[in-house]
């Protein structure tokens, strides 16, 4: 019998800052994070199959199949499932509806993942805890247990060492600077600091403003003059500031007319948007421990 679990939202998140406090003997950086989850996101669309087949049943430009990170967590989670019940086939049709930009900074592969393991533990009924499917995702990249912790958090370690933290009810406009960071060109730069020095997350907690810096913003504002243009305008307005490796920029806003009056201001050649801060990942319900 096919199951689906249709309109599966896979919400982007924003580094409110990012600091660099030092590098793991495998090159992985140590950081220092806050992670907000907005409003805006992909959409994933899954139907369980019953002959073991993982298909994806639209086309990512640029993505073959096997690389797509919904592929590769669909089939990290059916050996998961395999084990636990030999007997059975896991197979799944999974379509998405790609908004957020690839290489920017938004999370969306990550997100995509996470929203794929979640939604196909559920149909699957494989019944992996939330811990579980945080060590499965890490294993496919360092931002995917965060969208599984479903709360928006204080991130350490590699990005992997989740608090849940209060963050401010808020706005956000959002630039894509047109064009695509690769996260490990900006990390092996010669030109990052790696030491900025640790905070604690009381600094952070009840902070208006985003808070700290983003320590990658320096290399890639370098490599990529897009990004620099977009952030010397949108800070015109306030504490503008890049997320994660980028592309995208964004800056936060109290009221929602505000960022609508911003918003009708920016020029043309960037494709903008505006988001609203989220407390909780829309899947969250499917995950009870
Ligand atoms: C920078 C951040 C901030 O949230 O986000 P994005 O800009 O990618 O969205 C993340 O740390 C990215 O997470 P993610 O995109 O999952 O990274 P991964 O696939 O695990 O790693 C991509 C590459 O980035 C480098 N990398 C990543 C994370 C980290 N803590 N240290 C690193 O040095 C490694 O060189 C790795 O080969
Ligand atoms: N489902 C997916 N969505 C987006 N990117 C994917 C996906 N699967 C694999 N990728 C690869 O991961 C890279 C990083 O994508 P993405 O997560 O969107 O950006 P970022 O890590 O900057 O937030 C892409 O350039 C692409 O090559």
């Known amino acids: ?26 090159g992985y950086h140590l950081l220092q994070s806050v ?30 199949e096997e690389s ?11 050996t998961a499932a395999a084990q636990k019940n030999p007997n059975k086939n896991f197979g799944a049709d999974i379509a998405i509806e790609k908004n957020l930009p690839m290489g920017g900074g938004l999370g969306g592969g990550s997100s995509d993942a996470a929203t794929t393991l979640l939604a196909l533990n559920h149909l699957w009924q494989v019944g992996l805890t939330r811990a579980e ?17 479903g709360q928006n958090a204080f991130a350490e ?8 933290v209060k963050t401010p009810d808020r706005w956000f406009v959002v630039i894509e600077p047109g064009v695509s ?3 490990q060109k900006i990390f092996s730069s010669s030109e990052l600091t790696r030491d900025t020095k640790p905070v604690k997350i009381s600094d952070f907690s009840g902070a208006q403003d985003c808070f700290g810096k983003n320590d990658l913003q320096v290399v890639a504002e370098k490599l990529f003059p897009p990004v620099a243009e977009a952030i010397k305008w949108l800070r015109q307005y306030g504490d503008a500031r890049m997320t994660g490796s980028g ?3 964004f800056c936060p806003f109290e009221q929602e007319q505000q960022a609508d009056a911003v918003l009708a201001t920016v020029p043309t050649h960037w494709k903008a948007w505006k988001a609203k ?12 421990s």
């Open 1 to 26: 019998m096919t199951l689906t679990l249709n309109n599966c939202p896979a919400p982007a998140k924003l580094n409110l800052f990012l600091h660099v406090t030092g590098r793991r003997a495998d």
């Open 35 to 64: 992670f907000q989850l907005i409003d805006r996101g992909d959409v994933l669309h899954f139907a369980t199959r019953d002959d073991a087949h993982i298909r994806r049943s639209t086309e990512l430009a640029g993505v073959p």
């Open 68 to 78: 797509d990170l919904i592929v590769r967590a669909a089939k990290l989670l059916q």
């Open 133 to 149: 499917l945080m060590a499965l995702g890490l294993q496919l990249g360092a931002d995917v247990p965060f969208f599984i912790f």
């Open 157 to 164: 370690g590699i990005g992997e060492a989740l608090v849940a």
């Open 181 to 183: 960071v690769p996260t």
């Open 247 to 249: 592309a995208c920029v």
């Open 277 to 288: 801060a989220i407390k909780h990942h829309p899947l969250a319900y499917l995950q009870q």
